[in-house]
């Protein structure tokens, strides 16, 4: 039989280890939702780099 103290040591070892990788993920998908931003960004400033060039070129 498992004792108290043992199944509470087991239950805090494992909310810890799920809370960690929850951080982790989270951290990740903030990292990319940043890296989209930063993409889009550029994306949008050569559209309007471009649109300005061909507007002096007319």
Same mark, same amino acid.
């Given at each position: 039989?498992?004792? @108290?103290?043992?199944? %509470?040591?087991? #239950? !805090? /070892? ?6 960690? +990788?929850?951080? *982790?993920?989270? @951290?990740?998908?903030? %990292?990319?939702? #940043? !890296? /989209? ?6 994306? +949008?400033?050569? *559209? ?11």
């Amino acid at each position: 039989m498992v004792s @108290g103290k043992r199944l %509470a040591d087991i #239950g !805090y /070892r494992t909310f810890s280890a799920s809370m960690m +990788l929850l951080t *982790a993920y989270g @951290g990740y998908l903030c %990292a990319m939702r #940043g !890296y /989209r931003f930063v993409q889009k960004q550029k994306q +949008l400033k050569l *559209a309007a780099e471009n649109q300005d060039s061909e507007v002096i070129k007319d």
